[in-house]
C-alpha cells in the first residue's frame, strides 16, 4: 500500500496549550496531510472556552469538563478513541498526540507509518524511561484500539489505595496502557519503536533532533529546534500561521 492510500485519524488532547496544539494542526494539515490520501483531526480538549472558543483547523472539536492533569489525559483518550471508532469511518492508522507534541518531519512519519503497514506491526512508539510505552505519541491500528481502550485509569487508581498517593509521581498511566497492550498482542515484536526515539530518557524527554519536540518551556523549544525547523519547512510556513507567529514570537 502507498502512503497516498492511507486514511489516518489523529487525536489530539488540550487543556492549555493552545498555541502549541495550533502549532501543531499546521504541521498537521501542511505537512502530514499532503503525504497520505487523508487526515481527520478530532480535538478533545477541556481548557476554558475562553482560551480556546472556536475550532481552528480540526474537523471535530470536543469539549469536556476539567479534570486532574492524569485523569484529564486518560478521560480524553479514551473519549477520542470512542469518537474515533463509532465515527463509521473506515481509518488504517490513528494517531494520538498531547496537544504540545510536534512531529516536524513528515517524511519520518510517512517512514514510520508505510512500516507499520508492511510488516504488520499494531502499534509504534517510544519506550519511557526503557520500560513502558509512551503515551504523549503513538499511532496504533483500530483493530488494536477496539481492545485496548477505554483504559480504565480512574477505576484503578480509586481501587488501589497506594495508587492514590503514588500516581502523580510514576508513570502509573503509561503502566496501565503497557499492560493492556501487552495481554492484548501477547508479543512484543508487534510493537515498533520509532527510529531516533525508541526510548525516552532525561536527555530526549522534550526533543529528538529534526524531528519531534514537546517541550513545556516554549523558549527552550524554540531554542532546541532552530534553525534546524526552518531548513525542513522552507516555504511551507507561509502556510502555517500559528506556528510561524510561535517561532517568530
Given at each position: 500500500m502507498y502512503a497516498k492510500q492511507i486514511k489516518l485519524a489523529s487525536i489530539i488532547i488540550t487543556h492549555n496549550r493552545v498555541e502549541e496544539v495550533k502549532a501543531q494542526m499546521d504541521i498537521i494539515r501542511e505537512l502530514w496531510q499532503p503525504l497520505f490520501e487523508s487526515i481527520d483531526i478530532y480535538h478533545e480538549f477541556n481548557g476554558k472556552k475562553a482560551w480556546y472558543p472556536k475550532k481552528y483547523q480540526e474537523d471535530n472539536l470536543y469539549r469536556h469538563k476539567p479534570m486532574a492533569h492524569f485523569f484529564g489525559a486518560s478521560h480524553m483518550i479514551n473519549q477520542g478513541m470512542r469518537h474515533v471508532l463509532n465515527s463509521g469511518k473506515?481509518?488504517?492508522?490513528?494517531?494520538?498526540t498531547s496537544a504540545d507534541v510536534w512531529f516536524y518531519d513528515p517524511k519520518k512519519l510517512k517512514e514510520v507509518i508505510l512500516k507499520c503497514r508492511r510488516q504488520r506491526?499494531?502499534?509504534?512508539?517510544?519506550?519511557?524511561?526503557?520500560?513502558?510505552?509512551?503515551?504523549e505519541f503513538f499511532i496504533l491500528s483500530p483493530?488494536?484500539?477496539?481492545?485496548?481502550?477505554?483504559?480504565?485509569?480512574?477505576?484503578?487508581?480509586?481501587?488501589?489505595g497506594l495508587l492514590k498517593w503514588t500516581y502523580t509521581k510514576i508513570a502509573i498511566f503509561e503502566s496501565i496502557f503497557t499492560l493492556k497492550v501487552m495481554r492484548v498482542l501477547k508479543n512484543p515484536n508487534k510493537i515498533y519503536l520509532i527510529p531516533g526515539r525508541r526510548a525516552i530518557w532525561l536527555k530526549n524527554r522534550f526533543y529528538s533532533s529534526n524531528f519531534?519536540?514537546?517541550?513545556?518551556?516554549?523558549?527552550?523549544?524554540?531554542k532546541d529546534i532552530s534553525p534546524n525547523i526552518?531548513?525542513?519547512?522552507?516555504?511551507?510556513?507561509?502556510?502555517?500561521?500559528?506556528l510561524h507567529r510561535f517561532l517568530r514570537h
Open positions: 473506515k481509518y488504517d492508522f490513528i494517531i494520538v506491526f499494531q502499534l509504534a512508539t517510544s519506550l519511557w524511561a526503557g520500560i513502558g510505552l509512551s503515551t483493530e488494536l484500539a477496539k481492545k485496548v481502550f477505554p483504559l480504565r485509569f480512574s477505576h484503578i487508581i480509586k481501587k488501589y519531534y519536540a514537546s517541550h513545556h518551556d516554549q523558549r527552550k523549544r524554540k526552518f531548513a525542513i519547512l522552507g516555504n511551507k510556513i507561509e502556510n502555517m500561521p500559528s
